[in-house]
């Protein structure tokens, strides 16, 4: 008999998008297993081309407990298409964790103005028109109630430590970190609560077997932090217990040193 946590229903009755579910060991897919066994109706969609193209490729994410779908977010009409979808499937969209990146290893000298553009549309262009159609379409609980919307992105450690040679990636983690406080602003009028999370290096497979050596003596505790940890985390600022941090770039990086 499985147990169930005390905390399994807390999001029951909401409806969650979740971005970026395309590898079975990344930090989207445990964040919206999370969700779900919140009591949140989840919706997912990734984009494996990009996975493929990447060092560590894609791979296949086995049976979940949700559906998702396939969504390329370079393109322009997709981020108010998928939010469209989720809230003609299910009536309402209460969440939405956008954890979907382009990765780019480009460094100073050799990015070209094709990749600045593509990590630009795919890791803010993309967010910044979720948050639009989101704000659009929400339904607000009444006021006096807590304010249910929530949204999340992620930002990188850009703003602790140069990334020579993810120079595009650096910079469009950058925009999504200062852009925190204005659009938290705009949603607000939406009862929408927006947070950005700095989860520092996540044990999701991408590091080599040296790399991932040194990486975890950079940490307190000696080991990487866990997708699942970093699922926590959004469970916690997606709930009602989360409603006081709003607007809000937090470093979770479990004490990392650089």
């Known amino acids: 008999m499985t147990e169930t946590r005390p905390e399994s229903g807390?999001?029951?009755?909401?409806?969650a998008l979740v971005t970026g579910v395309?590898?079975?060991?990344?930090?989207?897919?445990?964040?919206?297993?999370?969700?779900?066994?919140?009591?949140?109706?989840?919706?997912?969609?990734?984009?494996?081309p990009h996975d493929a193209e990447m060092t560590w490729g894609a791979a296949?994410?086995?049976?979940?407990?949700?559906?998702?779908?396939?969504?390329?977010?370079?393109e322009p009409d997709v981020p108010a298409r998928v939010?469209?979808?989720?809230?003609?499937?299910?009536?309402?969209?209460?969440?939405?964790?956008?954890?979907?990146?382009?990765?780019?290893?480009?460094?100073f000298d050799t990015v070209d103005a094709l990749e600045l553009d593509r990590c630009w549309a795919v890791n803010v262009r993309s967010i910044v028109l979720l948050a639009q159609r989101f704000g659009?379409?929400?339904?607000?609980s009444p006021t006096g109630e807590p304010p249910v919307g929530r949204m999340l992105w992620f930002t990188s450690g850009q703003h602790r430590a140069p990334m020579d040679d993810?120079?595009?990636?650096?910079?469009?983690?950058?925009?999504?970190?200062?852009?925190t406080a204005s659009v938290d602003h705009a949603l607000a009028r939406s009862r929408i609560v927006a947070n950005c999370i700095n989860p520092?290096?996540?044990?999701?497979?991408?590091?080599?077997t040296d790399l991932h050596a040194t990486v975890a003596e950079r940490f307190p505790d000696g080991r990487w932090t866990t997708p699942a940890e970093v699922a926590e985390l959004v469970g916690f600022l997606v709930s009602d217990?989360?409603?006081?941090?709003?607007?809000?770039?937090?470093d979770a990086e479990a004490g990392f040193t650089r």
């Open 10 to 15: 807390v999001l029951r009755g909401r409806v």
């Open 22 to 48: 395309s590898r079975p060991s990344g930090i989207a897919v445990a964040v919206a297993r999370r969700l779900h066994e919140l009591g949140a109706t989840v919706r997912a969609t990734g984009w494996p």
């Open 60 to 74: 296949e994410l086995g049976e979940l407990d949700f559906p998702v779908g396939h969504h390329d977010f370079a």
């Open 83 to 107: 939010i469209d979808e989720v809230v003609a499937a299910h009536g309402r969209l209460d969440i939405v964790a956008a954890v979907h990146a382009r990765s780019s290893t480009a460094g």
């Open 136 to 140: 659009a379409v929400h339904s607000p």
């Open 166 to 179: 993810e120079i595009a990636y650096a910079v469009s983690k950058g925009a999504l970190h200062q852009m």
């Open 200 to 208: 520092g290096p996540v044990d999701t497979g991408w590091a080599d």
């Open 241 to 250: 217990a989360g409603a006081l941090v709003r607007g809000q770039v937090i």
